[in-house]
């Protein structure tokens, strides 16, 4: 490809709009141009990249045995509905009507329609296990956009499904997938960790996501790096025992009853356990939180050196999101703000974290202006109705498998897995007839990954200060090849070494403009291009074409006569460096 000919152009200045340097890298190189809030479109050069990602993908789904297919975009309501996720996901689904007035949608995921599929198709074990994926365009109507393609509204995904006997079936079989979800990333030149996930609206029993660590990310995951426990904020465990002690004496009963003290313009954890010369462990946090198809709050009590996770809330309360309550509407409950209560008749669902034990006393809110209750006993001073882990893991928090102190990092999703049992198959009745005779319903398995999203990814891990450094197996041309200088020689020299190179299979990106050397290594560095190749008089005089790595420094020359067959043996050293164990 002939540079001077290439549709798009590099810029200069950082866009106003880049948030994270693969956002803005992806601009300047013009890679993707925006149409919409989160809407792209991928330019000749990004397009080159997503294509090798797709092949590479392609081959790691077909190594475990997965068949390619692709399913429509636009789904009708119908299967959504037998589904039950056609009321449960809010507005981030785009919904409309047909010209007959039937509900259609644009596909967010596939599970309804591949269930669709294997009821149509699958009808005995003997068909079973299989495995299905699709790399096609989805559309969910993010609100919150950013990063260029971390999070986008118009995205394409591999998801890839498989379909079992029984559950232990897919316990087998899932490692695999994990591993060729590891080795598509590595392949790719990202780094990721595999983490323990929520499930969210896929459903399902277990869940991982495979994330990339960088400051950049919006996911929070909790790390330990002694025995290499790894989760996603939103399940993340801990050991809660290690900074509180179970009383000694013969149970609750004997403990003192609660007595109400005065404290004085004290409404935080911290201010109140600093007058009353206690431990926050010692202490009760009282909330009241609103849940997606409740009524009624329900009011949450946990340890108060604690927080409450809100995604775990959530899940426990089968709620799409939960929300704190505004203190106008804890007075329409006769609830007051940083005096709140769990004693009393207020009426409400009490959640309480497993880290209330209730063979202690606490302190608690009294629901009374400028007092708290000390010698609070849970569960004979208040009611518990369900009690759970309802905690969010912190920095520094022991470890809930070895103790170690826990770290905190930020990352980015590029892909995840879910075991998702009979979730669909049972509600849209999709059944094999087992060995023995009987109908069971299919046991599946799903696994999505973010082509775009990884894209974007390989450009966060992969850059310098200059631009992007691509990795050999994913770059839109394996070589970058500059004319520096006017002269016929320098001019004719390049135009063999050009076609010399793209008859061997060598992918090349020729930079023949009429620009000055300034310009034409910077957009070099830019683009980033795994090899540069410049031909000018001063190489030539010296002996050949100056050849460099752009992840390297140093240059040295080589012969003309030599040059394709010294390429050759670069990028397939290059090639090695992303080959997955």
Known sequence: MRLSKSFGKTLREKPSEAEVPSHSLMIRAGLICKLAAGI?????????????????MGEEMNAIGGQELCMPVVNPADIWIESGRWYEIGPEMARFKDRS?????????????????????????????????????????????????????????????SFHVDEGDLRSYYPYMCQAYERICKRCGVPVVKVLSDVGMMGGD???????????????????????????????????????????????ESLSSPEEVHTPSKNTIESVCD?????????????????????????????????????KLANLLNAAEVRRALPDELKSYGLIQGFLSPMGDHGLYVVADDSVLTSRTYVAGANKPDYHMIGVVPGRDFKIDVTADIAAARANDPCAVCGAPL????????????????????TMGAYFQSEKGTLEPIVMGCYGMGVGRLLA??????????????PITVAPYQVHLLNLGTSEKVIDTTDKVYTALLQNGIEVLYDDRDESAGVKFNDADLLGMPVRITISNRSLESGGAEVKLRRESDTHICGIDELVEKIKEILEREAHRYVAD
């Not at 644009?106 to 068909?127: C, G, N, P, W």
């Not at 946090?285 to 996770?309: C, H, S, W």
């Open 206 to 252: 277990i869940a991982h996501e495979f994330t990339y660590v960088t400051d950049s990310g919006e996911d929070t995951i909790i790390l330990c790096d002694q025995c290499g426990y790894a989760a996603n904020r939103d399940v993340a465990k801990f050991d809660k025992t290690a900074t509180t002690q179970e009383p000694d004496g013969e149970g609750k």
């Open 457 to 470: 990814c390989v450009v966060e891990e992969n850059h310098d200060e200059h631009g992007i450094i691509w």
């Open 40 to 56: 792209y479109s991928y330019m000749p050069f990004a397009w080159r990249s997503i294509k090798k990602i797709k092949d590479i």
């Open 407 to 426: 770290t905190v990092k930020k990352g980015i999703e590029v892909g995840n897995t879910f075991m998702l049992g009979t979730r669909y198959s049972e």
């Open 101 to 161: 007035g039937r509900d259609m949608c644009l596909a967010m995921t596939h599970e309804e329609a591949v269930t669709d599929l294997a009821r149509h198709f699958i009808d005995s074990y003997k068909q079973l296990p299989s495995v299905v994926y699709h790399i096609q365009t989805k559309f969910r109507d993010e609100p919150r956009c950013r990063g260029g393609l971390i999070r986008v509204r118009e995205f394409i995904m591999k998801d890839a499904y």
């Open 275 to 311: 007058y009353l010369g206690v431990s926050p462990t010692t202490s009760l946090k009282t909330m009241v939180y609103f849940a997606q198809d409740r009524e009624d709050p329900v009011l949450v009590v946990i340890r108060g050196d604690l927080d409450v996770n809100e995604r």
